[in-house]
């Protein structure tokens, strides 16, 4: 299965690499949300490399002199999709701008009734980048309204009840001065349409979930994710149900193996006994379960994650052009897009595998500038696809085929509900977290620094450099 996993990311990011290349030509990515080149992006991560520092040390009170053997011409290895890895006469600071082009990706995959990890993939190359991406926080954008909406099915709410999507205000204090907080939809229109909870889940409606957050609470919110396998602290805000906050792909895809684990989380298993040189056991792991949320939550989160696939306009229907579904076994998922697409991700279940994706540049700052190329859907759903392709026709891993569970017992709210089909338009918009240009805007302010409206500068622009 770990080798399917590579198969599926290195044949994805291939496509996304060719159209982030196409995408972007000749302009360097790296741009502010104003879309001009940020000064000294390639300058600030030179000065954090080990050889800007030895040579700092080396030529003390000598800039010039720095300057001088950053941009001396020497022969580099570096990475290269065609020839695994190629050597070139190049400066240390071009060197750098050329491996600032590439797009990473990580992907991991569970068995949500064990929480044993099945496949791990890091990056694109580990021989390149040794950061892990499957650890590394990121904004998850509508992957997150998983825990906002199972928090409505904790306080009794069902898939099957309306709200309107229109606009939401939200009262806010920041630095003691009363604001609002106003975000919108990804393609920046309300509908008015009175919509289910399972029909805002699938078509991922900022409003409606805003609404729902605001009705439930923020504080609840982040107390179910906890539970549910988010391990990473969450900043107590509203924008934090439109998945501001960041978290790791490893605890996202952990939350979700809760879901389809009827309410139980296990924290992921990697290793399950340990041996010393004498063949003694001196570790072996023991399964510690926790009750995170009820049965009948995750039963109804279970089949809004379906939903993905039978609601018109649903961000997951690209997963039905994927040879996954010949022998039965039933699939869903959620997409997401975080702010100025800088962000990527999809979440796929089965009833015994979930697996999740999350693409996007080394800095978010060096992204796709348009949804049709650079959202969930696009980008990081085709790797689930790919890696189940490969899981579903192997006859040695039959056991992750099968079909969702019926009932266990009552559930005392309504779910089969189902929007009629009418002609729909791309899901490109309606998948993002913007803020604030696609997702999430504000009155009363004019610089936007709120924190509820925008995560801070640093936290942005800058992710660990990789030397």
């Not at 409003?207 to 439930?216: D, L, P, Q, T």
């Not at 702010?339 to 595998?353: E, I, K, R, T, Y």
Request: proline share 5%; glycine share 8%; hydrophobic share 35%.
């Amino acid at each position: 299965m770990q080798k399917y996993a590579e198969e599926a990311v290195d044949k994805q990011m291939r496509i996304v690499q060719n159209n982030f290349n196409n995408h972007w030509g000749k302009t360097n990515p790296w741009q502010d949300e104003n879309h001009q080149e940020i000064v000294g992006f390639i300058e600030d991560i030179a000065k954090r490399t080990t050889k800007y520092k030895w040579l700092s040390k080396r030529y003390p009170n000598h800039p010039d002199s720095v300057d001088y053997y950053m941009n001396l011409p020497h022969p580099i290895t570096l990475f290269d999709y065609k020839q695994g890895k190629k050597t070139i006469t190049m400066s240390t600071m071009d060197s750098i701008r050329y491996m600032e082009h590439f797009m990473h990706c990580g992907f991991v995959a569970m068995e949500p009734q064990t929480g044993f990890v099945k496949a791990w993939v890091g990056d694109i190359n580990f021989a390149f980048w040794k950061y892990d991406k499957v650890l590394s926080k990121r904004q998850p954008g509508s992957t997150f309204k998983l825990f906002v909406y199972t928090e409505a099915m904790n306080k009794g709410l069902s898939p099957c009840d309306y709200r309107q999507d229109k606009q939401i205000i939200w009262d806010v204090m920041e630095k003691g001065q009363p604001k609002q907080w106003i975000p919108h939809n990804a393609n920046g229109n309300f509908s008015g349409q009175n919509l289910s909870l399972k029909a805002a889940f699938a078509r991922s409606i900022n409003s409606i979930a805003v609404a729902i957050a605001k009705e439930v609470g923020i504080h609840d919110i982040i107390k179910t994710a906890y539970a549910m396998g988010i391990k990473t602290p969450l900043h107590e805000i509203p924008s934090v149900s439109l998945g501001s906050s960041d978290v790791s792909l490893l605890e996202l895809v952990d939350g979700y193996c809760t879901v389809i684990n009827d309410g139980v989380q296990n924290d992921p298993v990697l290793v399950t006994r340990i041996k010393n040189k004498e063949g003694k056991v001196i570790y072996e792991y023991k399964e510690n379960p926790k009750h995170a949320i009820p049965y009948q939550s995750a039963f109804l989160m279970t089949q809004m994650l379906r939903s993905g696939l039978t609601e018109p306009l649903a961000t997951v229907q690209n997963l039905w052009s994927y040879d996954i579904f010949k022998n039965g076994t039933e699939f869903g998922g959620k997409t997401g897009t975080s702010s100025n697409h800088s962000d990527a991700w999809f979440v796929g279940v089965s009833p015994n595998l979930v697996g999740g994706a999350w693409v996007g540049g080394e800095h978010r700052s060096i992204h796709f500038r348009t949804g049709a190329l650079g959202e969930g859907s696009k980008t990081a759903l085709p790797i689930f696809g790919y890696f189940m392709e490969k899981v579903m026709k192997d006859e040695s891993l039959s056991v992750y085929r099968g079909k969702f569970s019926k009932p266990k017992g009552e559930i005392s709210v309504s779910y089969n509900c189902q929007t009629p089909y009418t002609p729909v338009v791309d899901s490109t918009a309606t998948d993002s977290l913007s803020i604030p240009a696609e997702g999430i805007e504000a009155t009363g302010t004019s610089d936007q620094d709120m924190e509820e409206l925008k995560i801070e500068e640093e936290d942005t622009k800058t992710e660990e450099i990789i030397p």
